[in-house]
């Protein structure tokens, strides 16, 4: 069976149909990223096709409707400070750098160093100025930085530490793809209010194992 093939408005409308994502701001990132920017020459022509694409390193950049949910759960807002864990071709962190604008900052960690040269190269693309690629593990987070208003992990985690928690701002939230076993994870996002932590859960998911210390290697 042929995969469609569908070009950057009919991907964006298909959401906002669905209600997969409501907010203006983050319509807007994404109407105005080229997702094309960020993924190998050989594969430009299936920039908006719904699907996860390969990059370097053995690893892909992730279908474009699971970006847009994540996104949407992650609730970005202007002048946030965000984490992203698992830079990939620095899509994601693009998209994020675009909601939260030049008051806010994207600190996104790669523990693969082609790959964090190869994000470097494409937010350059598209004069992103407010993302910050670190080459290091970011399955522990990065406390340097912290407190952060908000966190996101783009790669399979086996579980939702501590040590991430305590580097989130009160009133804080975290998105992750969760599960011991990779190819059953549930997309899970944590709400951090006071001394309360809350749990909520939205469905399987398919992603590349978190490698580092707290990951799956």
Partial sequence: MKK??????Q?????IK??????????SAFQELNRENFILEEYKDQAYA??????????????PTTIAIMTSLLEPKEKNKILEIG???GYQAAILGKIVGSGGKIISIEIIEELAEFA???????????????HGDGSVGYEKQSPYDRIIITAATPKIT?????????????????????HSLVMTKIIKQKNTITKHEFGSFSFVPLRGIKGFE
């Fill in 50 to 63: 719904d699907y996860p694409l390969p990059i370097l390193a053995g690893q892909t950049i992730s279908q």
């Fill in 11 to 15: 991907l964006i409308q298909g959401w």
């Fill in 120 to 134: 470097k190269a494409n937010l350059k693309k598209e004069n992103i100025t407010n993302v910050e690629i670190i």
């Fill in 87 to 89: 830079t990939g071709s």
């Fill in 4 to 9: 469609l093939i569908m070009d950057k408005d």
């Fill in 162 to 182: 501590d040590e991430l928690i305590g580097q989130l701002k009160d009133y804080g939230l975290l998105v992750a793809p969760v599960g011991y076993d990779i």
């Fill in 18 to 27: 669905r209600k997969i994502i409501t907010d203006k701001k983050i319509i």
